[in-house]
């Protein structure tokens, strides 16, 4: 499976910006994704993620409530809508499909995610 994250750019801090992460060759409709984000000089880290059965979403404690994860079933994609962005936010966004279905304790772990797509840069700046 290969994925591909979208719809990166930049945006002045308080802004909006919704991410796409779509699949070649497959339904994403019934997958495990997380989104992950990787500034330079940093960690990668684990910050949203949907669960392919019963559509369990969580979020990492620095975007909850500012992020929100979902399914466009017509456009067989997973959205991460970002919503008040801060300079904090600025870094390169992947998307990865687990076969797994996490949890609490398990979906922040990148080992669990078995395709990456390529990711798309999301800068906040003024």
């Known amino acids: 499976v290969q994925l591909q994250a979208s719809g990166g750019g930049w945006v002045q801090p308080g802004g909006s910006l919704r991410l796409s992460c779509a699949a070649s060759?497959?339904?994403?409709?019934?997958?495990?994704i997380g989104w992950f984000r990787q500034a330079p000089g940093k960690e990668r880290e684990a910050i949203s993620y949907?669960?392919?059965?019963?559509?369990?979403?969580l979020y990492a404690a620095s975007v909850k409530d500012r992020f929100y994860i979902s399914r466009d079933y017509s456009k067989n994609t997973v959205i991460l809508q970002m919503n008040n962005l801060r300079p904090e936010d600025m870094a390169v966004y992947y998307c990865?499909?687990?076969?797994?279905?996490?949890?609490?304790?398990?979906?922040?772990?990148?080992?669990?995610?078995?395709?990456w797509g390529q990711g798309t840069q999301v800068t906040v700046s003024s």
């Open positions: 990865a499909k687990s076969p797994y279905s996490l949890i609490t304790s398990t979906w922040r772990a990148a080992g669990y995610y078995g395709s």
């Open positions: 060759g497959d339904t994403l409709d019934r997958s495990n």
């Open positions: 949907i669960s392919g059965q019963g559509g369990r979403k």
